[in-house]
Every structure is written in structure tokens, then in C-alpha cells.
């Protein structure tokens, strides 16, 4: 069994930055991808970025140029670097790891974008 701890989220202005981070625990035997998602009041849960075990990303189109995805295997943590920040960021951010025959979620941590 994989835990996941999300950390740093906060309410900044818009324009403002944040970083997230996630620390995974437990039985891990390996860790392939790694990766955030938010889920906004109303709306569908919605991929934000991910990172591959050898550090290829992706990115949501809504967050390219903004947002930076960022791992530490050493360590099992997951990071999203988010700059220039929009009131519609707004969400629970969630952590993802999946691993060979494991699938996990954290509890998620709140950005809140407002003036």
C-alpha cells in the first residue's frame, strides 16, 4: 500500500506563485508515473501533469508555460512549480503515482487564486 501527502497549497493572489508537493510512502517497489491533478468545484477531475521515471512530462494546455512538473526518485516526491497563477487554478490538487500493480491517490491540498 502506496500514501500519498500533498503539501502547499494556499491562496494567492492572482499572479502569484505556488509549489506543491507530494511524498509518497509505503510499499514502494517502483514508481512509474507521477502526477497531479485538480478537481475544481462542479467539474470533472482533470489532469494537470505528469512525469514518466525518466522525466518525460506533459502538460494540460491550460497550464503549459506556467506550470513545471518535477521529481525526486530518490526521495519518492513529486513537485508542480505554478507560476503566474489564474483565478481559474482554483481546485483541490491531487497527487497520482502509479507503479506496477498500484495505483494511488492523495487527499489533495487546496489553491485558492483570488484577490
Known amino acids: 500500500q502506496v500514501q500519498l501527502v500533498e503539501s502547499g497549497g494556499d491562496l494567492v493572489q492572482p499572479g502569484g506563485s505556488l509549489r506543491l508537493s507530494c511524498a509518497a510512502s509505503g510499499s514502494l517497489f517502483s514508481i512509474n508515473a507521477m502526477g497531479w491533478y485538480r478537481q475544481a468545484p462542479g467539474k470533472q477531475r482533470e489532469l494537470v501533469a505528469v512525469i514518466s521515471s525518466v522525466g518525460y512530462t506533459n502538460y494540460a494546455d491550460s497550464v503549459k508555460g506556467r506550470f513545471t512538473i518535477s521529481r525526486d526518485n530518490a526521495k519518492n516526491m513529486v513537485y508542480l512549480q505554478m507560476n503566474s497563477l489564474k483565478p481559474e487554478d482554483t481546485a483541490v490538487y491531487l497527487c497520482?503515482?502509479?507503479?506496477?500493480?498500484?495505483?494511488?491517490w492523495g487527499q489533495g491540498t487546496q489553491v485558492t487564486v483570488s484577490s
Open positions: 497520482k503515482v502509479v507503479g506496477p500493480t498500484f495505483v494511488s
